[in-house]
């Protein structure tokens, strides 16, 4: 069994930031892939930022929406990624859900159970 667990959501002012957690345990073979998803309410779910081990390199990838405000980083000895999220917007507001890929079987997606950010004044 794989565990995704997520945390640092909360209520921040538009302009702030927040830096979320996610990490991933349990009977995992190789992670290939980590990333962060949201679902605003009466929407789809949407990525928001991925990133892929290559190596010992780590590849990020990132919605338009957030460019240049939010910034995905990995720390692989853990299994863990982290989203740094500056400038926040109030349409940023979300329930952010961690996702894991690996290359055992069953290999997923392997999904948290989500961590809510509200951004309001």
């Known amino acids: 069994q794989v565990q995704v667990v997520e945390s640092g959501g909360g209520l921040v002012q538009p302009g702030g930031s927040l830096r979320l957690s996610c990490a991933a345990s349990g009977a995992i073979t190789s992670v290939n892939a980590m990333g962060w998803y949201r679902q605003a309410p009466g929407k789809e779910r949407e990525l928001v930022a991925a990133?892929?081990?290559?190596?010992?390199?780590?590849?990020?990838d990132y919605a338009d929406s957030v460019k240049g405000r939010f910034t995905i980083s990995r720390d692989n000895a853990k299994n863990t990624i982290y989203l740094q999220m500056n400038s926040l917007k109030p349409e940023d507001t979300a329930v952010y859900y961690c996702?894991?890929?690996?290359?055992?079987?069953?290999?997923?997606?392997?999904w948290g159970q989500g961590t809510q950010v509200t951004v309001s004044s």
């Open positions: 996702k894991v890929d690996q290359t055992g079987w069953p290999p997923g997606p392997y």
């Open positions: 990133i892929i081990s290559a190596g010992s390199a780590n590849i990020a």
